[in-house]
C-alpha cells in the first residue's frame, strides 16, 4: 500500500512540474509579442559628461620675501581683503616691498616691524574667496571630447535646489589610473560662487555636444547590423490581438545621449518605431539591448556618454513628447 502512495505522490510531482514548465513558456512567449513602441520626435539633444569634485579656490598661495632685510612696517592684518600688487610689508633699507600676488584675503600673518627676514621666507597666506572653481575626474572614454571654453551646470550638495553655472578653464594633458582605469582633471570655473564655500562638494554636468531641433529616437529603436544601423518601423497603432504590420529601414544616426539618439536620415516626424524592449503580462520583463551597444562612428556618436537627456523627454509607451 505504501508503494502504491509512493508511486501516486511521484505522478503528481511530474504533472504538477509539467505544468508548471508550460505555463512559464506560455508567459515567456507572451512577453515575447509584447514590444513596446514610440513615434519619432524633433527636439533638442544635449550630450553631458558628469563628475563630483569639491569647491577651490582659484587663487591660495603663500607670500614669500623676494630678498631678506629688516622689515620696517607691515600694512596689512589678518582677513584683511587685498587687491593685487598691494603693499603689505616694507623694508628699513628702502628695497622694494613684498606685494599681494593676487587680490584674496589675508587668512595667516606672520611678520612684525623689526623682524630680519630671510630669502624666501614665508610671512603671509592670500586665499581669494570670490573666484571658486571645482575639479572633477573624467573618464579617459569621456576625455576626448573635453575642451577649453564648454559649459557646466553645477549643484552643490548643501544647495540642492540651486543650480550654479560654469565654464571649463583647464582640461589635464595626464591622467591617473586606478585598477586599470584612467581618468583624467577637468577644471571648472564658476560663473558666479554665490554662497558657496571652499570644500563643499559639487555635482558637475559639462555640456560636450548640443543640436537644436533635431528627430531622434530612444537609442532602444536603433540596431546594428554589421556597419548598418536600422530600426523597426510600425504602421499603426495596434489592439491587443492585432498582428501589427512592421518594416525594417535603414538610418543614419548623429548625436546621442543616454536616453535618445538623433536621427539624420531614413525617418520621418511621428512615425512608430519598435523598441528593442518587451513586456511581459506579469510582473517581469525582458530586456534585448544585445544589438545597440555601440554607436560609435558616422555622425559624431560616440557610445554612452554619461549623463544628459534629450528635450523634450521621450514616452517610453510610444506617445512621445510634443
Same mark, same amino acid.
Not at 68 to 88: A, F, P, R
Not at 236 to 242: G, M, V
Given at each position: 500500500?505504501?508503494?502504491?502512495?509512493?508511486?501516486?505522490? &511521484?505522478?503528481?510531482?511530474?504533472?504538477?512540474?509539467?505544468?508548471?514548465?508550460?505555463?512559464?513558456?506560455?508567459? &515567456?512567449?507572451?512577453?515575447?509579442?509584447?514590444?513596446?513602441?514610440?513615434?519619432?520626435?524633433?527636439?533638442?539633444?544635449?550630450?553631458?559628461?558628469?563628475?563630483?569634485?569639491? !569647491?577651490?579656490?582659484?587663487?591660495?598661495?603663500?607670500?614669500?620675501?623676494?630678498?631678506?632685510?629688516?622689515?620696517?612696517?607691515?600694512?596689512?592684518?589678518?582677513?584683511?581683503?587685498?587687491?593685487?600688487?598691494?603693499?603689505?610689508?616694507?623694508?628699513?633699507?628702502?628695497?622694494?616691498?613684498?606685494?599681494?600676488?593676487?587680490?584674496?584675503?589675508?587668512?595667516?600673518?606672520?611678520?612684525?616691524?623689526?623682524?630680519?627676514? =630671510?630669502?624666501?621666507?614665508?610671512?603671509?597666506?592670500?586665499?581669494?574667496?570670490?573666484?571658486?572653481?571645482? &575639479?572633477?575626474?573624467?573618464?579617459?572614454?569621456?576625455?576626448?571630447?573635453?575642451?577649453?571654453? %564648454?559649459?557646466?551646470?553645477?549643484?552643490?550638495?548643501?544647495?540642492?535646489?540651486?543650480?550654479?553655472?560654469?565654464?571649463?578653464?583647464?582640461?589635464?594633458?595626464?591622467?591617473?589610473?586606478?585598477?586599470?582605469?584612467?581618468?583624467?582633471?577637468?577644471?571648472?570655473?564658476?560663473?558666479?560662487?554665490?554662497?558657496?564655500?571652499?570644500?563643499?562638494?559639487?555635482?558637475?554636468?559639462?555640456?560636450?555636444?548640443?543640436?537644436?531641433? !533635431?528627430?531622434?529616437?530612444?537609442?532602444?529603436?536603433?540596431?546594428?547590423?554589421?556597419?548598418? *544601423?536600422?530600426?523597426?518601423? %510600425?504602421?499603426?497603432?495596434?489592439?491587443?490581438?492585432?498582428?501589427?504590420?512592421?518594416?525594417?529601414?535603414? !538610418?543614419?544616426?548623429?548625436?546621442?545621449?543616454?536616453?535618445?539618439?538623433?536621427?539624420?536620415?531614413?525617418?520621418?516626424?511621428? %512615425?512608430?518605431? =519598435?523598441?528593442?524592449?518587451? &513586456?511581459?503580462?506579469?510582473?517581469?520583463?525582458?530586456?534585448?539591448?544585445?544589438?545597440? *551597444?555601440?554607436?560609435?562612428?558616422?555622425?559624431?556618436?560616440?557610445?554612452?556618454?554619461?549623463?544628459?537627456?534629450?528635450?523634450?523627454?521621450?514616452? *517610453?509607451?510610444?506617445?512621445?513628447?510634443?
Amino acid at each position: 500500500m505504501k508503494k502504491w502512495i509512493s508511486i501516486g505522490v &511521484v505522478v503528481i510531482l511530474l504533472a504538477g512540474g509539467g505544468f508548471w514548465f508550460y505555463k512559464s513558456n506560455q508567459t &515567456v512567449a507572451t512577453a515575447e509579442t509584447q514590444i513596446m513602441t514610440s513615434t519619432v520626435q524633433r527636439g533638442d539633444i544635449e550630450v553631458q559628461v558628469s563628475g563630483s569634485g569639491t !569647491v577651490a579656490s582659484i587663487n591660495s598661495n603663500d607670500v614669500a620675501a623676494a630678498s631678506g632685510g629688516e622689515v620696517d612696517e607691515v600694512l596689512v592684518s589678518i582677513n584683511e581683503v587685498v587687491e593685487e600688487g598691494t603693499e603689505l610689508v616694507t623694508f628699513t633699507d628702502g628695497s622694494d616691498p613684498i606685494t599681494a600676488p593676487h587680490t584674496g584675503t589675508v587668512t595667516t600673518l606672520d611678520v612684525e616691524a623689526g623682524d630680519n627676514l =630671510q630669502n624666501g621666507q614665508v610671512v603671509a597666506h592670500i586665499t581669494d574667496y570670490a573666484t571658486l572653481q571645482t &575639479v572633477i575626474s573624467v573618464d579617459e572614454l569621456d576625455i576626448a571630447s573635453m575642451k577649453a571654453g %564648454q559649459t557646466a551646470k553645477i549643484t552643490a550638495s548643501a544647495y540642492p535646489n540651486e543650480t550654479f553655472t560654469g565654464t571649463v578653464t583647464k582640461v589635464s594633458k595626464e591622467g591617473t589610473s586606478t585598477n586599470g582605469v584612467s581618468s583624467f582633471e577637468v577644471t571648472v570655473q564658476f560663473d558666479d560662487s554665490k554662497e558657496l564655500l571652499i570644500g563643499m562638494s559639487t555635482e558637475v554636468n559639462i555640456t560636450t555636444e548640443s543640436k537644436q531641433s !533635431v528627430l531622434f529616437v530612444p537609442i532602444e529603436a536603433v540596431k546594428i547590423n554589421g556597419n548598418e *544601423r536600422y530600426v523597426i518601423i %510600425q504602421e499603426s497603432e495596434t489592439s491587443e490581438n492585432e498582428e501589427a504590420v512592421t518594416t525594417q529601414q535603414a !538610418v543614419e544616426t548623429g548625436i546621442n545621449d543616454d536616453q535618445s539618439i538623433e536621427i539624420v536620415s531614413g525617418l520621418e516626424e511621428g %512615425q512608430i518605431v =519598435q523598441l528593442a524592449i518587451t &513586456v511581459s503580462s506579469g510582473s517581469d520583463s525582458t530586456t534585448n539591448r544585445g544589438s545597440m *551597444r555601440d554607436f560609435s562612428g558616422s555622425g559624431g556618436a560616440s557610445g554612452f556618454p554619461s549623463g544628459g537627456a534629450g528635450t523634450p523627454p521621450t514616452d *517610453r509607451a510610444g506617445k512621445g513628447g510634443e
